[in-house]
Structures are given as C-alpha cells and as structure tokens.
C-alpha cells in the first residue's frame, strides 16, 4: 500500500528556516508529480509548490523566492527548503504525490501533515 510520510516541521521564528521532507513507499511503479500544500486555520488548502518528473515546477507566488522544491527520485522523495519564514507561512503542511502502481493504477496521495509554526 502506498504511504507518504512526511517529517521536518516545528516551530520557527520568523526569518527562520526549515526543511520537510517527504517519503512515498509501497508499491510504487513511477511517480509523475510530488510536491507541498498547505492549510492554515480556517483556510482553504492550497498548493505551495510541486515537481513533475521532468522536473518542472510550480510554486505559488507568495513562496517564490523564500522556498526551494527538490526531488530525489532515487529515493521517491521530495523536499521543501523554507527560508525567510514568515508568520503567515504558519499552517499545516501536506505532501501530496500523483502515482502509478505495481497494479498499474493511477492514485493520488496524502501524507499525514505536518505543522509548521512561525512566530516570535
């Protein structure tokens, strides 16, 4: 069964940095997109920035310049390189991975979540 579990997030301080990563695993035939979204309170979940096999991306704006996506495909896994947090980066943090199986089915995927807090 495919599981992606993420890891790296805290509390930071704002101008902070932090790094989550985010592993898939079970059954996995290829992967063709991997990347972020994120929810804050009360808030819709929107894409932060993701990374298609070929290696295009894309970010939302208000991340563009401050976050860094990079995917090992080695290791089904995609980071996400946080830098010059700010309080309104504060949410919960989802990977989400688009996939083919071992059975040949095409899924799409969450990991857990996890939070990311920036204040003084």
């Known amino acids: 069964q495919v599981q992606l579990v993420e890891s790296g997030g805290g509390l930071v301080q704002p101008g902070g940095s932090l790094r989550l990563s985010c592993a898939a695993s079970?059954?996995?035939?290829?992967?063709?997109?991997m990347g972020w979204y994120r929810q804050a309170p009360e808030k819709q979940r929107e894409l932060v920035a993701e990374v298609a096999s070929n290696g295009v991306i894309t970010a939302t704006d208000s991340v563009k310049g401050r976050f860094t996506i990079s995917r090992d495909n080695a290791k089904n896994t995609v980071y996400l390189q946080m830098n010059s947090l700010k309080p309104e980066d504060t949410a919960v943090y989802y990977c989400?991975?688009?996939?083919?199986?071992?059975?040949?089915?095409?899924?799409?995927?969450w990991g857990q979540g996890t939070q990311v807090t920036v204040s003084s």
């Open positions: 079970g059954g996995i035939r290829t992967i063709s997109t």
């Open positions: 989400n991975s688009d996939l083919w199986d071992n059975l040949g089915r095409r899924l799409v995927r």
